[in-house]
């Protein structure tokens, strides 16, 4: 009859092997479950804020590509602090300082036809500035007056005919020279009569000549300004003559407004002494009276 019992040893055995082989199968899982949690996380897409900090510092390190910084640096302080500070600058002040000292010397153009126009206020303000700029604005290279509230005026003979109610009649473009109109020409000729410098020089070269200056000076001031009419004129000929003659026409407008100011301000002021004159004579007349009547009455 066969042996039913198993042996301590054996039992033993089927024990290790049992648990030996528990331990394998949870290692072996653990590792297939943690292999499939970090695919999983591996497909997650970065958070959005991290992303946008890494393009930002990538963008920002594109933008500030500068491998040859040490060489630029010094090429922009030559170019900024010796040529701009003392050679461009210097030149573009030379050539305003030229502009304004040209323009001081129009004063007896502008005083003249400011009288003829009744503004005396005006005229009064020309004289001031003058003395100014030539003395403290060092012979009027520098324009003090403006800066202390002394206005330019832009009076001269053609806007004296159009105050006092001459046309303008055609308009006329000639080499060199700003628009005109014939009103506008007659009265150029006759500036330049009341030009200083006409005086030693004949009169037309000086204006000529002047004037070719003043164009190219203000073209090159103002480059980006005319390219900007250009562009956005379909007809750059009917603009600058309707602006020309726009603006000529604003100015007659403005000098006749002041002119009536004046001569409302004087009116205002000649009545005041009227009045007190009236008032003054009637108060002597009445006392006269009355030592008059005293005299009859007394002994």
């Not at 030559?78 to 701009?84: E, G, I, M, Y």
Request: aromatic share 10%; hydrophobic share 40%.
């Amino acid at each position: 009859m066969p042996d039913t019992h198993c042996r301590p040893g054996s039992w033993i055995a089927i024990v290790i092997a049992a648990i030996v082989s528990i331990t394998f199968l949870g290692c072996s899982v653990q590792r297939k479950g943690s292999f499939e949690r970090d695919a999983q996380l591996s497909d997650v897409p970065p958070f959005p804020a991290v992303e946008e900090e890494s393009q930002t510092a990538d963008a920002a390190e594109g933008m500030d590509y500068d491998p040859w910084e040490r060489f630029n640096e010094k090429t922009f302080w030559l170019n900024f602090d010796v040529l701009d500070r003392y050679a461009l600058k210097p030149v573009a002040t030379a050539r305003q300082g030229l502009a304004n000292a040209f323009n001081n010397l129009e004063m007896p153009k502008r005083l003249v036809n400011e009288v003829f126009q009744v503004r005396y206020e005006e005229a009064g303000s020309e004289v001031a500035r003058f003395l100014l700029n030539t003395t403290v604005g060092v012979a009027g290279f520098v324009d003090v007056a403006s800066r202390v509230g002394l206005e330019e005026s832009d009076a001269d003979t053609g806007q004296t005919l159009g105050v006092y109610g001459a046309g303008p009649g055609p308009y006329l473009v000639v080499p060199l020279l700003p628009p005109l109109t014939v009103r506008d020409g007659i009265g150029y000729a006759a500036d330049s009569l009341l030009d200083p410098l006409s005086w030693f020089v004949t009169p037309f070269v000086v204006d000529f000549g002047r004037a070719a200056a003043k164009t190219v000076n203000e073209r090159a001031a103002n480059l980006k300004r005319y390219q900007d009419v250009e562009d956005t004129s379909l007809d750059l000929y009917g603009a600058v003559r309707n602006g020309y003659l726009q603006r000529r026409q604003r100015s007659i407008q403005d000098a006749i407004r002041q002119r009536d100011k004046e001569l409302k301000s004087e009116s205002f002021f000649a009545q005041g002494i009227d009045q007190r004159a009236t008032v003054t004579g009637t108060n002597d007349y009445g006392s006269a009276r009355t030592a008059q009547n005293q005299g009859q009455i007394g002994p």
